[in-house]
């Protein structure tokens, strides 16, 4: 269930707290589950009881993968019920720190936005702009909401174009410009009598919502097991058996990327690629009361880790780095005559 449902048609009380089940049975993927779970209570409007699974995130003894989005997460939900100069303390902080993944950049300017701090917001914006993307030559396609954010805001303040706006209208897919989309008079052809208009803006935002679709849409029916080099040294020592279905890294690397063009080509739809870990490989088989060693087993742990939403799109958006982790573009990795 994607926390984007509406709550007309989930119990998003019942889904947080299944996803806080889920957590504690997978503690790897406990950061995952409760940031998933939080947003569920966002949207049942238990705005406390969000922040209080923001809170044991970070209170956790385990080290977060993503500590900064976590603070913006917080934050952005502290100010929606009156907790204003706490999240604006810790919007302050996540500047300060200049963390390098665009997410908790987006995060803090649209809180900043949405309650008409919009000098502010621009600021955020240019900052996660400037710091993310200067003298990258192909923005990853995780960075595009901080230039169409930036973009948005600057259109609401009247600025005039400058060469961040240039790139986000170059990078925009739309039909429908950047420019259009983020008009602040638009909100006014919605009160008008003229069907001309009121059509002209019903197209512009079945635009939008087809973007926002496509952007949220992650379902993965068909996701194939990556192991790194160490953990799949581990896993064949521990269990030799498997040497058969691995010979070697590299091989494994390349099959990986074989058969997932293979169901491209076939027409097979939101593919995607999960990273697994000898001790939840062994956690699951314990679970399956099934030896490790079975390769019936692979398939179905992919399944598993794709249904806890541990799946990365394939192929990598243009720019981004190779699925292998090399740290490598994908277009100079294995996406090489892709």
Not at 84 to 90: G, L, M, T, W
Not at 139 to 165: N, Q
Not at 204 to 228: D, I, M, N
Request: proline share 8%; net charge negative.
């Amino acid at each position: 269930m994607r926390p984007d449902t509406p709550a007309e048609n989930v119990d998003h009380t019942a889904e947080a707290a299944r996803l806080e089940r889920t957590a504690g049975l997978y503690p790897e993927d406990a950061e995952h589950l409760l940031l998933q779970a939080a947003a569920h209570l966002e949207l049942a409007g238990d705005r406390p009881g969000a922040t209080t699974l923001y809170d044991r995130l970070l209170a956790s003894d385990t080290p977060l993968e993503k500590p900064y989005l976590v603070r913006a997460l917080k934050a952005s939900n502290l100010w929606e019920y009156d907790h204003e100069a706490e999240a604006r303390a810790i919007i302050d902080g996540v500047r300060a720190a200049a963390p390098r993944d665009p997410a908790p950049w987006v995060i803090v300017a649209e809180a900043l936005e949405s309650h008409d701090e919009l000098e502010a917001a621009q600021d955020t914006f240019t900052q996660g702009t400037v710091l993310l993307l200067t003298d990258v030559p192909e923005p990853p396609y995780a960075t595009l909401p901080l230039l169409f954010g930036r973009h948005r805001v600057r259109r609401m303040l009247g600025a005039a174009h400058d060469e961040w706006d240039a790139l986000a209208d170059t990078l925009h897919s739309s039909a429908i410009s950047l420019d259009e989309l983020h008009d602040p008079k638009r909100i006014w052809s919605l009160g008008s009598d003229n069907p001309a208009e009121l059509q002209a803006e019903i197209s512009r935002l079945q635009a939008e919502l087809s973007t926002y679709r496509e952007a949220l849409s992650r379902p993965f029916p068909v996701a194939v097991l990556h192991w790194s080099a160490p953990e799949l040294a581990e896993l064949t020592a521990a269990y030799p058996d498997l040497t058969s279905e691995y010979p070697s890294h590299e091989e494994h690397l390349a099959t990986i990327e074989a058969s997932l063009r293979e169901l491209a080509m076939s027409g097979t739809p939101n593919l995607g690629i999960v990273t697994a870990t000898v001790p939840s490989y062994e956690a699951f088989a314990a679970s399956e009361a099934a030896s490790p060693s079975d390769t019936i087993l692979l398939p179905q742990y992919a399944t598993t880790l794709a249904a806890r939403g541990l799946a990365v799109a394939w192929p990598p958006q243009r720019g981004s780095e190779c699925w292998c982790g090399s740290g490598r573009g994908y277009g100079e990795c294995h996406g090489v005559g892709a």
